[in-house]
């Protein structure tokens, strides 16, 4: 069973988003995800700066499996990236929550995320 954080909420193409409460938002690919991809090789990230528009795939996650894209869950600006992933992709297996975190972004709205529990009744 895959595992699902309630302090997030979630997209319905499997990934995560945390408010960091400043006004800035941490973006990841859920637990679900990482499990169906199998084991990372390659993490394709933006750079800071760098805007994506709702809906636009701007980053990619490539494992021994497959590649998929990531899709912007707002209209954003990249602020941040995981300068980790270029070293260990592997971090979005082992610690998708946490170390492996893909970027931080700012929005201006985010609309259409699904609760935990939602997202989590998707997955059944």
Request: with cysteine.
């Amino acid at each position: 069973m895959s595992e699902v954080r309630d302090d997030r909420e979630y997209t319905q193409t499997h990934e995560w988003i945390l408010d960091n409460g400043d006004g800035t938002y941490t973006m990841g690919v859920t637990d679900h995800a990482q499990e169906l991809l199998g084991d990372m090789v390659f993490v394709e990230l933006p750079s800071a700066g760098d805007e994506a528009s709702h809906e636009d795939e701007f980053c990619v996650v490539e494992s021994v499996k497959a590649a998929s894209g990531v899709y912007a869950p707002a209209d954003l600006e990249v602020i941040e990236v995981n300068e980790a992933l270029d070293a260990e992709p592997e971090l979005v297996n082992s610690s998708c929550y946490d170390d492996g975190w893909l970027i931080k972004f700012t929005a201006e709205a985010i609309d259409d995320l699904m609760s935990a529990e939602d997202y989590a009744d998707t997955l059944d």
